[in-house]
């Protein structure tokens, strides 16, 4: 069989462009939860994690060498600062885990199913294995220390039904049908998602001197409220118990661990996964009351990303991504 050398293709060089960008920020962020981690349960999981982002960067590096394409900077040891004295307890540090395997584990199933070329699909299969093993161990370990919300419980179905009425989508007047089990799960994540965020704002508050960096991330606090308040509400008024955070995992400390430049990313990040996450949602919604609020929020996330994007261009911290060359320049036209 002839052996072809296949090139990267765009999905194929942007995916691993975007990982590698990710994956030096988790290598940042892990090596400062580990410095401080107290918790010999929590360690190996993220040894674990920091172990396969450092294994994806170095297998990244060597496609890209062998491909003749520049590294991105993306973060170094210069984003962190390890001296600072904790800014989270140790059990947000699992829920760190947790919750960038399961936004990897959506990320990572989208990017897979774009690429071909076999190193980079192999290469991209195991990724998504590898955060699917590290959401099940974290969950695991999540549960066994009581720090794990289950999502709401309905009764099992007793028989097939079919939709019988145009009300199941659009109700009448004061009158709508119970949420579905879909609908349910959708908005439990959403909640928890944002109940992880809102933590991860209250810290970094504390630590941010910058005005305007500390006004994104207060105004992304309060995007996250909304939604927690939001999805509560309606949960409460199905006569389903709303979430409730377990505990508070933010410290006292004043001093910033992490550099503004890899806060604003993070933020970034987590702005793209969430968009993401909430098209994923209203295009399962079944009530229009759910559908309409969805749509309104990706527009009020993407407004507010726009801040963050903007930060980042202003103070030259956004890496531009591989693109196409302008033809027409090139033809001089």
Same mark, same amino acid.
């Given at each position: 069989m002839v052996?072809?050398?296949?090139?990267?293709s765009s999905p194929e060089i942007g995916g691993l462009w975007g990982v590698y960008i990710q994956e030096t920020m988790s290598v940042c962020l892990l090596n400062y939860f580990l410095h401080h981690l107290k918790d010999n349960e929590i360690k190996p999981i993220l040894q674990k994690s920091l172990h396969i982002s450092q294994t994806h960067i170095t297998q990244i590096k060597d496609i890209?060498? &062998?491909e003749n394409i520049p590294l991105p900077d993306g973060f170094t040891e210069e984003d962190i600062k390890l001296s %600072?004295?904790?800014?989270? +307890?140790?059990l947000f540090a699992l829920s760190f885990v947790y919750s960038m395997s399961r936004m990897g584990m959506a990320n990572l !199933?989208?990017?897979?199913?774009?690429? %071909?070329?076999?190193?980079?699909? %192999?290469f991209f299969t195991n990724a998504l294995n590898q955060a699917t093993e590290l959401y099940a161990e974290s969950t695991t370990l999540m549960l066994s220390k009581g720090i794990y919300d289950r999502p709401p419980m309905i009764t099992y179905p007793e028989k097939? &039904? +079919?939709v019988k009425k145009q009300s199941y989508i659009v109700a009448a007047v004061g009158k709508k049908r119970p949420l579905n089990a879909i609908e349910l799960t959708e908005?439990?994540?959403n909640i928890?998602?944002? +109940?992880?965020?809102v933590l991860l704002c209250i810290g970094l508050l504390q630590v941010v001197k910058d005005k305007e960096i500390k006004n994104y991330i207060r105004n992304g606090m309060e995007i996250s409220e909304k939604q927690i308040n939001f999805f509560n509400d309606l949960l409460k008024k199905e006569d389903l118990l709303g979430t409730v955070p377990v505990s508070m995992e933010v410290t006292n400390s004043t001093v910033s661990p992490f550099s503004d430049k890899l806060i604003v990313a993070l933020f970034h990040f987590l702005n793209s996964i969430d968009v993401?996450?909430? !098209?994923?949602a209203l295009s399962l919604s079944m009530r229009l009351d759910l559908a309409t609020y969805y749509s309104n929020l990706i527009g009020e996330i993407l407004i507010y990303a726009e801040k963050g994007f903007n930060i980042m261009v202003e103070r030259q911290w956004l890496e531009q991504p591989p693109q196409a060359p302008n033809r027409k320049e090139l033809k001089g036209t």
């Amino acid at each position: 069989m002839v052996k072809h050398n296949v090139r990267l293709s765009s999905p194929e060089i942007g995916g691993l462009w975007g990982v590698y960008i990710q994956e030096t920020m988790s290598v940042c962020l892990l090596n400062y939860f580990l410095h401080h981690l107290k918790d010999n349960e929590i360690k190996p999981i993220l040894q674990k994690s920091l172990h396969i982002s450092q294994t994806h960067i170095t297998q990244i590096k060597d496609i890209f060498s &062998k491909e003749n394409i520049p590294l991105p900077d993306g973060f170094t040891e210069e984003d962190i600062k390890l001296s %600072a004295r904790p800014l989270f +307890y140790d059990l947000f540090a699992l829920s760190f885990v947790y919750s960038m395997s399961r936004m990897g584990m959506a990320n990572l !199933g989208f990017v897979t199913s774009t690429v %071909a070329r076999s190193d980079v699909l %192999a290469f991209f299969t195991n990724a998504l294995n590898q955060a699917t093993e590290l959401y099940a161990e974290s969950t695991t370990l999540m549960l066994s220390k009581g720090i794990y919300d289950r999502p709401p419980m309905i009764t099992y179905p007793e028989k097939v &039904k +079919y939709v019988k009425k145009q009300s199941y989508i659009v109700a009448a007047v004061g009158k709508k049908r119970p949420l579905n089990a879909i609908e349910l799960t959708e908005m439990f994540f959403n909640i928890e998602r944002n +109940y992880f965020s809102v933590l991860l704002c209250i810290g970094l508050l504390q630590v941010v001197k910058d005005k305007e960096i500390k006004n994104y991330i207060r105004n992304g606090m309060e995007i996250s409220e909304k939604q927690i308040n939001f999805f509560n509400d309606l949960l409460k008024k199905e006569d389903l118990l709303g979430t409730v955070p377990v505990s508070m995992e933010v410290t006292n400390s004043t001093v910033s661990p992490f550099s503004d430049k890899l806060i604003v990313a993070l933020f970034h990040f987590l702005n793209s996964i969430d968009v993401t996450l909430i !098209g994923h949602a209203l295009s399962l919604s079944m009530r229009l009351d759910l559908a309409t609020y969805y749509s309104n929020l990706i527009g009020e996330i993407l407004i507010y990303a726009e801040k963050g994007f903007n930060i980042m261009v202003e103070r030259q911290w956004l890496e531009q991504p591989p693109q196409a060359p302008n033809r027409k320049e090139l033809k001089g036209t």
